[in-house]
């Protein structure tokens, strides 16, 4: 097999191709990234998996999943007791066959809104951290330029670069030479449109349309009617003109985050911004993101408002987690994994600075804190009463952002919608099913027969503990009682290319430890680090 060379910001892969020709199978060519992974194969057979299908229902197993190049050809129900006594214990055979008795498999997970940030921080650290923590495909913010991420994406789907499947952000009139006068004209919404599906786009951000409904709503029927779906991270500065409730009956696919739910609630239109506010002011801008919840209507916000996000068909996309500093920020800072696994770069943007976006912790108070506690549980509240009533939660992170290491909170926000009281078989629809729906791709979010071959093999059951699914699995007993750690996600599995995810961990480690020679402490780190005193 051949090695990856290395450069400075990641591998400088010569990709090995295998041909391999399987009589009776369609011929496929097999590559090999390093000793990072490898596929897709003529025939790739899991052996003794149990299956969580990712619509929410129960694990049904074990299953033989065969899997012809990029695709699952069949499941066959496999169980040894009765296959011997019927005398039928021949298992299929492949190029490739992986034992996974004890483990489970599940779709590959969707993360529908996350960054890739800039350079020093190489893209190979993010899709690394991401596929060795369960994510198939994602929805990246332009960090570095449409045009990258268009290329990227490309690269992803030929299978070019080890990454997951992308599905790039696009704002509305981009790749176009419209003038603002005609992008703003609700009556061009659909040749605008059809221009951008043309390029490409899939996912339009409609954030700042939100100063008038008539060209927002235009430009969600026309995103749809071409195709795509439409994103929106409500900001505060609209909100007196679209809440949520607004955003939904508007047509807006998926609403990011938390903004204007609270908002959709209160007993006036706006907000009691004090005197003082702006909101260029980051600080000041998520510190009344989170006050504003004290605000609300909690009858209205759990009834009526709820109910018209269900009757009006939105996606909520709550990315829980990247908020979670806000209400703890020592807890955010501490994370176990910031040392060997996050990168420099991450931490120099997480670190308090006016200069940067999302680094606002430079004035945070306990009575912040204090707000955001309340916040997330009333936030929590509405997504449980959402999901009661038959609305679509759906899943992503917006990690690279606020103390959010990508893949990490992949995880934790899993664990945050089980916070809000969701079964987890519904937390891991919401990752998978959910998500694929909402992204208008049919051909993922399930483990079934004619479904892309994008899937997760864990060690353990994610509905015993959803700690499993990290990289560093979790503590637990066996049947003796005695206790072991078990192995995370042992492989993702993307488009047929089956990765070894303790490889991806340890490239993703060396990527770290060279980000941070010579590095000192910081700010935040200062009040801990033991200085040794020289010998006099």
Same mark, same amino acid.
């Given at each position: 097999?051949?090695?990856?060379?290395?450069?400075?910001?990641?591998?400088?892969?010569?990709?090995?191709?295998?041909?391999?020709?399987?009589?009776?199978?369609?011929?496929?060519?097999?590559?090999? %990234?390093?000793?990072?992974?490898?596929?897709?194969?003529?025939?790739?057979?899991?052996?003794?998996?149990?299956?969580?299908?990712? !619509?929410?229902?129960?694990?049904?197993?074990?299953?033989?999943?065969?899997?012809?190049?990029?695709?699952?050809?069949?499941?066959?129900?496999?169980?040894?007791?009765?296959?011997?006594?019927?005398?039928?214990?021949?298992?299929?055979?492949?190029?490739?066959?992986?034992?996974?008795?004890?483990?489970?498999?599940?779709?590959?997970?969707?993360?529908?809104?996350?960054?890739?940030?800039?350079?020093?921080?190489?893209?190979?650290?993010?899709?690394?951290?991401?596929?060795?923590?369960?994510?198939?495909?994602?929805?990246?913010?332009?960090?570095?330029?449409?045009? @990258?991420?268009?290329?990227?994406?490309?690269?992803?789907?030929?299978?070019?670069?080890?990454?997951?499947?992308?599905?790039?952000?696009?704002?509305?009139?981009?790749?176009?030479?419209?003038?603002?006068?005609?992008?703003?004209?609700?009556?061009?919404?659909?040749?605008?449109?059809?221009?951008?599906?043309?390029?490409?786009?899939?996912?339009?951000?409609?954030?700042?349309?939100?100063?008038?409904? +008539?060209?927002?709503?235009?430009?969600?029927?026309?995103?749809? /009617?071409?195709?795509?779906?439409?994103?929106?991270?409500?900001?505060?500065?609209?909100?007196?003109?679209?809440?949520?409730?607004?955003?939904?009956?508007?047509?807006?696919?998926?609403?990011?985050? !938390?903004?204007?739910?609270?908002?959709?609630?209160?007993?006036?239109?706006?907000?009691?911004?004090?005197?003082?506010?702006?909101?260029?002011?980051?600080?000041?801008? %998520?510190?009344?993101?989170?006050?504003?919840?004290?605000?609300?209507?909690? +009858?209205?916000?759990?009834?009526?408002?709820?109910?018209?996000?269900?009757?009006?068909?939105?996606?909520?996309?709550?990315?829980?987690?990247?908020?979670?500093?806000?209400?703890?920020?020592?807890?955010?800072?501490?994370?176990?994994?910031?040392?060997?696994?996050?990168?420099?770069?991450?931490?120099?943007?997480?670190?308090? @600075?006016?200069?940067?976006?999302?680094?606002?912790?430079?004035?945070?108070?306990?009575?912040? +804190?204090?707000?955001?506690?309340?916040?997330?549980?009333?936030?929590?509240?509405?997504?449980?009463?959402?999901?009661?009533?038959?609305?679509?939660?759906?899943?992503?992170?917006?990690?690279?952002?606020?103390?959010?290491?990508?893949?990490?909170? @992949?995880?934790?926000?899993?664990?945050?919608?089980?916070?809000?009281?969701? !079964?987890?078989?519904?937390?891991?629809?919401?990752?998978?099913?959910?998500?694929?729906?909402?992204?208008?791709?049919?051909?993922?979010?399930?483990?079934?027969?004619?479904?892309?071959? /994008?899937?997760?093999?864990?060690?353990?059951?994610?509905?015993?503990?959803?700690?499993?699914?990290?990289?560093?699995?979790?503590?637990?007993? /066996?049947?003796?009682?005695?206790?072991?750690?078990?192995?995370?996600?042992? !492989?993702?599995?993307?488009?047929?290319?089956?990765?070894?995810?303790?490889?991806?961990?340890?490239?993703?480690?060396?990527?770290?430890?060279?980000?941070?020679?010579?590095?000192?402490?910081?700010?935040?780190?200062?009040? %801990?680090?033991?200085?040794?005193?020289?010998?006099?």
């Amino acid at each position: 097999m051949k090695r990856a060379r290395w450069g400075a910001t990641g591998p400088l892969w010569a990709v090995a191709l295998v041909l391999t020709a399987t009589a009776g199978y369609a011929q496929v060519t097999t590559k090999t %990234f390093g000793d990072l992974a490898e596929g897709p194969y003529n025939r790739l057979v899991i052996r003794g998996a149990m299956v969580l299908p990712g !619509h929410g229902g129960p694990p049904v197993g074990p299953y033989d999943i065969v899997i012809e190049g990029n695709r699952i050809a069949r499941m066959i129900p496999f169980d040894p007791v009765t296959a011997g006594r019927r005398g039928d214990t021949q298992r299929p055979t492949g190029d490739r066959v992986i034992n996974a008795e004890g483990m489970y498999v599940m779709p590959g997970m969707i993360d529908l809104h996350m960054h890739l940030r800039q350079e020093p921080m190489p893209l190979e650290y993010v899709y690394y951290l991401k596929l060795a923590h369960g994510v198939t495909a994602m929805v990246p913010a332009p960090d570095r330029g449409l045009e @990258n991420g268009m290329d990227e994406a490309r690269r992803s789907e030929t299978n070019d670069i080890l990454a997951p499947r992308m599905y790039p952000i696009w704002g509305w009139g981009s790749g176009t030479d419209h003038d603002r006068a005609f992008l703003e004209n609700p009556e061009n919404a659909l040749q605008i449109a059809q221009e951008m599906r043309e390029m490409g786009m899939h996912v339009v951000s409609v954030g700042p349309l939100g100063w008038n409904q +008539e060209l927002l709503g235009a430009v969600c029927k026309a995103v749809e /009617d071409v195709g795509g779906i439409t994103t929106y991270h409500i900001p505060p500065s609209t909100t007196s003109v679209t809440q949520a409730v607004d955003a939904a009956r508007l047509g807006v696919t998926m609403i990011e985050h !938390h903004y204007a739910y609270a908002e959709s609630s209160l007993d006036r239109q706006v907000q009691d911004y004090p005197r003082d506010y702006s909101y260029n002011d980051e600080n000041a801008r %998520f510190r009344h993101a989170g006050k504003v919840w004290s605000e609300a209507n909690k +009858e209205r916000l759990l009834t009526e408002v709820a109910d018209s996000l269900v009757a009006y068909g939105a996606t909520m996309l709550p990315t829980r987690v990247v908020y979670e500093a806000n209400r703890d920020i020592i807890r955010a800072q501490s994370l176990p994994w910031h040392e060997k696994y996050t990168h420099q770069a991450l931490i120099n943007w997480n670190l308090p @600075n006016p200069a940067y976006h999302g680094s606002y912790h430079y004035n945070w108070t306990s009575d912040d +804190e204090y707000y955001w506690y309340y916040a997330f549980d009333l936030w929590g509240d509405l997504i449980y009463e959402f999901n009661k009533r038959g609305g679509r939660v759906a899943y992503g992170t917006d990690d690279n952002y606020i103390w959010a290491t990508p893949g990490f909170s @992949n995880i934790r926000e899993l664990q945050l919608l089980r916070e809000s009281g969701m !079964h987890t078989l519904e937390v891991l629809k919401a990752a998978t099913y959910n998500s694929a729906k909402t992204l208008r791709q049919p051909d993922l979010g399930l483990v079934r027969p004619g479904f892309l071959a /994008d899937l997760v093999l864990i060690d353990g059951s994610p509905l015993y503990n959803l700690r499993f699914m990290y990289s560093f699995g979790a503590l637990t007993l /066996d049947a003796e009682g005695s206790m072991y750690r078990t192995g995370g996600i042992v !492989h993702t599995i993307k488009d047929g290319i089956v990765t070894d995810n303790r490889r991806l961990m340890e490239e993703v480690e060396r990527m770290v430890s060279e980000s941070k020679q010579g590095i000192g402490a910081n700010p935040v780190s200062e009040p %801990f680090t033991i200085i040794t005193p020289r010998n006099e």
